[in-house]
Nanobody, 119 residues
């Protein structure tokens, strides 16, 4: 098991920036990958960005060029830098950790942090 705690959400104006953090209770190097997902009201949870243990990152098309995912293994923390925010980025953002346990994959989730983009 691993506990994931997100922070950094809040209210920001369109065009603004926020940085989300996800602190893990143990080494994120144990994970196959870490990622960020989001869920807007009335919508399904969707993938935003992910980073593998090797440092490769990928993004949803809707955030490419605006969001950047990074990790600090020494701090067991993953970040999501969000720039040029739009109202449609408003959602609860969840941190995800994916671990290989033998022959199966385990997914861990944080409690979420609210991001609201509004003037």
């Amino acid at each position: 098991q691993v506990q994931l705690v997100e922070s950094g959400g809040g209210l920001v104006q369109p065009g603004g920036s926020l940085r989300l953090s996800c602190a893990a209770s143990r080494s994120i190097f144990d994970m196959l990958a870490m990622g960020w997902y989001r869920q807007a009201p009335g919508k399904q949870r969707e993938f935003v960005a992910g980073i593998t243990r090797g440092g490769s990152a990928n993004y949803a098309d809707s955030v490419k060029g605006r969001f950047t995912i990074s990790s600090d293994n020494a701090k067991n923390t993953v970040y999501l830098q969000m720039n040029s925010l739009k109202p449609e980025d408003t959602a609860v953002y969840y941190c995800n950790g994916r671990e290989l346990l033998g022959v199966r994959v385990a997914d861990y989730w944080g409690q979420g942090t609210q991001v609201t983009v509004s003037s």
